[in-house]
């Protein structure tokens, strides 16, 4: 038997072997009640051993090479030090508690990245004189992607987060073997041998491939959250039905009334400004802590809304949602349109001859200007970025150079500290865990609040100004095996804040469940000014003078439909809330009342809840036509 005969035999050996087990591990979980979806889950259980038999069949090559001509000893060199630089970095993955992502951690993890690819490139050079550049290219193609990968800090502190970065170096590295041997059309690896291991590389990159297996075993990748644990099962489709029983869901009764109530009472309501303060990634339980001791007590002056709903857990998403009140899966973003395409409520105010001023404190990240920042100028005549680092007292300084009080005027006001990552502010600790140091940075953003109520004090324009505390979406700790936001529609990512402090109007606590897709028309009722047909929330006027309505009677949140990270759909009416999932029909469903951790699904239990919020989810596809 030759070398190459015998090398065919060792790498396809192994690779059946690894599909075996892959099958295998795919009947056992799902005879145990892990894997519902079995087909689904099927082929990247065999991809993934499948890939790991390639790379035992690799590793197995300079053995059975044994007595060939090749300088095996330095082929053995190359494969230790890859292996070495591997294992230095999952090493640092694994230490480093994933959000306190420090910058000695991204220096870390760069030279890392760096030796691999000088091994990489170098070592091919070394072992092959006659064709340099093939080695070069080779070698490159090692480390080229995960490189591409880390190129924005965004997406590298999200695939940090991933579990399977372990596996992604490795397919990396087998990828760049494959083709390191394929240029050098060197006799050591079988032609057959190539090919195959081509095929499984292509089939392991497929984003789902790895990460519903990851979301297996860790349940927090980016792409894929259904949880299995929360054995999730399929249901019928959004019904496409002509019922008109839940239209009402878009229409608050007795809203000519308040209208002409409020009208009476505040004849120069025209002349009233906005200040609309968001605290980024704010957890409304926080509201009534000592964490955000002048938020605790400004909720007691007006509306509390204790059931509102961020329409996304991210930030550009839901900003473009609650500024243009439109559903996500109905924003332009989705339509892959230009913003401008709906009017926003800054246009809108401008055009009534409000100033309309816009100050965030999110700044330009490592590599230049925010791509989030430019996707939130919603039609501001001013809108004012953050400095590099962000702080919400210079924040506030900006609102106060920029805002003249004495107009009236709509400002936007971003208090971006809470976004990851975490600072120490005041007196906690750099080596404090997350949520302190997150709960630092509300503590410090709701000092920068109450700077605000005490200009608005200053100038005279406490008692002509609304003001609105609201949050754009949540933040996890860990809960449900996720952190930060935009990985899930769970409560801790998309319950927020939402208080309404109106001058005339009496505060009060509202239970019914509402949206921040709701603000700008009640914010433009309150002006009087008509919202544009184009707007989808619902003026929560009758809500604000009388807090007991039981209207509205359902909130959601909702991807845009070319969201790669997952694509779902949310429905509550307050107690029951529905997770639909669009691509696999299979949803879950919480009693938020019981269980407000959203632990246990029981859709099973409770199908006709979860039927009724699927006709709330077609009544609201009605709405947004
Ligand atoms: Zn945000």
Redesign the pocket.
Known sequence: MTANTTLRAVIGAAILAGVGLGAVEAVVLNATGRLPDLLGLLWPLCIRWAGVGGLLGLAAYPVALAGSRLRKHRLLWWIAAVVIAMSVFYLLWKTARPTQLTRWHQAAIWAVYAALATVSIAAPVVLCRRRPWRNVLAGAAIVASPIVSLIDPVHLREIYLSLNIGQLVIAMSLAGIGVYTWLRRQAYVPPAGRSLVVVILLAWMVPGARDDVASLYFGSTRFEFVELRLRPIRIPPIPDSSQTEYLDLFDVPGHAAARATWRSRRPNAARMSILWVTV??MRPELVDSDTAPTIRDFAKQGTWFRNAFAQSS??AM??ESFFRSRYPASTSFAQGKPPGRYPSLAEVLRARGHQAIGVTGMGANLFGPNKVFARMQHGFEKFVPGLKATDANDTVDQLIANVDPARPFFVWIHL?DP?VPYVPRGDVDTAASDRVRYEGEIRYADAGFGRLLAWLDEHGATDRTIVVVN???GEAFGEHGRYF?ATSFFDVQIHVPLIIRVPGIAPGRVAAPVGNVDVAPTLLELVGVDAPDTMQGRSLLPTLLDPALPYPRAAFAESPHDWTWFQFRVATDGRWKLHYDLRTGLAQLFDRSNDPGERVNVVASHRKEAERLLEFLAALDRHCR
Request: net charge negative; glycine share 0%.
């Open positions: 980024d990634a991210s930030t839901s900003t971006f976004h949050a754009d979406h936001h």
